[in-house]
């Protein structure tokens, strides 16, 4: 078929654009979520132990005592190049409701033996980020080993009533605070915007080897029918 090779030569690198533009496209449209997500957290009320489920990234301050023996330890966290553990203690409120804390890093090293922490006696008063519990990270086997969780999970803990909402404090002022390692999870918008204009890049380059190539295969096709009667005219 007559100009086979350039259909599929254009078929191929049009297909490679609109992947280009759709994924950057995707990215920045990424990068202003990242910002609403920024402004909303800058934009997180303060709360003292809400009855209602507290929106995500507000700031709470919890009144109570903590339950030191039901402290268990989220496995596997690095900070600062080094390798430990999470501290979780639940935190019984005035009203009685429970609380789960996540208190900060505490370095192990590779051994795994049951780590040991302090826990404060008698009333606290704690501030800290909430953390709404979303989709759990892929889990490969038990959940917990003796007193270490790979992931946090409220089911962990059997403790009569259960917590008040589902979700935990990262402590970030109050007894019993540990190294801070938790921040939110959110790539920079700024980031997005970098990969977008990586994708329109891409884009904009197969845009160029499209027609220079297809240029190239015109060309080509020309002097390939141009031949046939010069070489008629020979014989």
């Not at 804390?101 to 192990?108: D, K, N, S």
């Amino acid at each position: 078929m007559p100009g086979w090779r350039s259909s599929i030569w254009y078929l191929l690198w049009s297909l490679l654009v609109i992947l280009g533009l759709l994924l950057g496209l995707w990215q920045w449209e990424r990068a202003d979520d990242k910002r609403s997500y920024l402004a909303r957290l800058d934009a997180a009320p303060t709360l003292e132990a809400p009855k209602e489920i507290p929106p995500a990234g507000s700031h709470l301050i919890l009144r109570g005592e903590y339950l030191a023996g039901e402290t268990l330890f989220l496995d596997n966290r690095t900070h600062e190049g080094q390798l430990g553990v999470a501290v979780l203690t639940p935190l019984r409120a005035e009203d009685g409701r429970l609380w789960l804390v996540q208190r900060g890093f505490l370095p192990t090293g590779p051994s795994r033996a049951t780590p040991e922490t302090t826990t404060p006696e008698g009333e606290v008063a704690l501030r800290g980020r909430w953390q709404a519990a979303g989709d759990p990270p892929p889990l490969y086997g038990p959940n917990r080993e003796g007193r270490r969780l790979q992931r946090i999970e409220l089911s962990a803990w059997d403790l009569p009533g259960g917590f008040a909402h589902d979700g935990w404090l990262h402590l970030e002022q109050g007894p019993g605070r540990l190294e801070p390692w938790w921040t939110p999870n959110v790539v920079p918008p700024s980031r997005h915007v970098g990969y977008a204009v990586q994708w329109w890049g891409l884009a904009l380059a197969a845009l160029a080897v499209m027609i220079i190539g297809g240029r190239r295969l015109a060309g080509d096709r020309r002097h390939a029918l141009g031949g046939s009667p010069h070489e008629g005219d020979e014989r």
